[in-house]
């Protein structure tokens, strides 16, 4: 059973005979052999995983991109080939870092995260990040334990959103306490980054705002 623990070193070995002799198929065909797996492996734990989704879309890259080198003729191919060549050492380094900051299991194969690593930010950073978005006159305090936040503007004492995870379907929401109306991000997940969700958020923020005059 193929393991993070016998990816890494055959592909990297692989690797080095492709970088040395990239125009020989052999060589090209091993390479797209060893790392297929890693993608594989990678694909596999992108949903909640940035690292592992940033990793799984490299490997794809790679996968292709020496493919296509392959095919490319003697000459006036060296660019292509020489850049597949990098294009696989970052995927394979995306994919040691990914591993580096992946969880653990325990000894009795149990999910042990270490405090703090499952995932990058919380949703109260969420939030903080979507009031940096909305301006400098809104501000956001978490709730208990991080699981949310409340977004409010200066001088709007009633005009509150609340941000929170539901309980039954994992869906991302933002509530109007004056309008009590929900908007739920249904497809939002941390892997889209907290850039992206602060954005969306922010959004809907202003969105439930209008519903608000």
Not at 67 to 78: E, F, K, M
Not at 83 to 91: F, M
Request: aromatic content about 8%; glycine content about 6%; charged content about 25%.
């Amino acid at each position: 059973m193929n393991t993070v623990t016998t990816l890494v070193p055959e592909a990297r070995a692989a690797y080095g005979v492709y970088a040395t002799f990239p125009r020989r198929r052999y060589a090209a065909d091993m390479l797209i052999k060893r790392i297929t797996p890693m993608q594989a492996h990678a694909s596999a734990r992108a949903e909640n995983s940035r690292a592992w989704s940033t990793a799984a879309k490299q490997l794809s890259g790679a996968i292709d991109a020496v493919s296509a080198a392959i095919d490319t003729p003697l000459l006036g191919g060296r660019p292509i080939r020489r850049a597949a060549t990098a294009i696989v050492l970052d995927a394979i380094l995306a994919f040691e870092t990914a591993h580096a900051t992946s969880l653990p299991y325990d000894d009795h194969g149990r999910y042990n995260p270490a405090p703090g690593t499952e995932y990058e930010f919380s949703v109260s950073d969420i939030g903080r990040a979507a009031v940096q978005l909305l301006g400098p006159d809104w501000h956001a305090e978490s709730t208990s334990w991080g699981v949310g936040a409340r977004l409010a503007r200066d001088g709007e004492p009633r005009s509150t959103f609340a941000l929170g995870v539901n309980e039954i379907d994992d869906d991302l929401y933002v509530r109007s306490d004056l309008i009590e109306s929900t908007v739920y991000l249904s497809d939002a997940c941390a892997v889209d980054g907290l850039d992206v969700l602060a954005a969306r958020v922010a959004d809907t923020v202003r969105s439930l705002r209008n519903g608000e005059d």
